[in-house]
Nanobody, 116 residues
Framework: QVQLVESGGGLVQPGGSLRLSCAASGTSFSFYSMGWYRQALGKQRELVASITSGSLTNYKDSVKGRFTISRDNAKNSVSLQMNSLKPEDTAVYYC??????????WGRGTRVTVSS
């Protein structure tokens, strides 16, 4: 059974940095796309960043220049380096991974709180 396990969330002051990581287990196949969504309290889940197996990246406009996504295909893992964090980045961040057949897997989420 495929599992995605996130780590790296926490409390950080505005302007600070956090690095989120997500590792897939229980699978021998690779994923076409991996990335991160987030969901703030009372809001819909939104795509933050994604990266394909060929390293094509996509970012939400509000995080461009502040967040960097990367992946290790051999380890089936994806990371999100978040710099210059703002209070509006506060949310639960979810890792996802897509197979080429369209099946999507989700992590359970890790909470990021940006507050002074």
């Amino acid at each position: 059974q495929v599992q995605l396990v996130e780590s790296g969330g926490g409390l950080v002051q505005p302007g600070g940095s956090l690095r989120l990581s997500c590792a897939a287990s229980g699978t021998s196949f690779s994923f076409y796309s991996m990335g991160w969504y987030r969901q703030a309290l009372g809001k819909q889940r939104e795509l933050v960043a994604s990266i394909t197996s060929g390293s094509l990246t996509n970012y939400k406009d509000s995080v461009k220049g502040r967040f960097t996504i990367s992946r290790d295909n051999a380890k089936n893992s994806v990371s999100l380096q978040m710099n210059s964090l703002k209070p509006e980045d506060t949310a639960v961040y979810y890792c996802y991974a897509d197979r080429t057949n369209g099946v999507r897997y989700w992590g359970r989420g890790t909470r990021v709180t940006v507050s002074s």
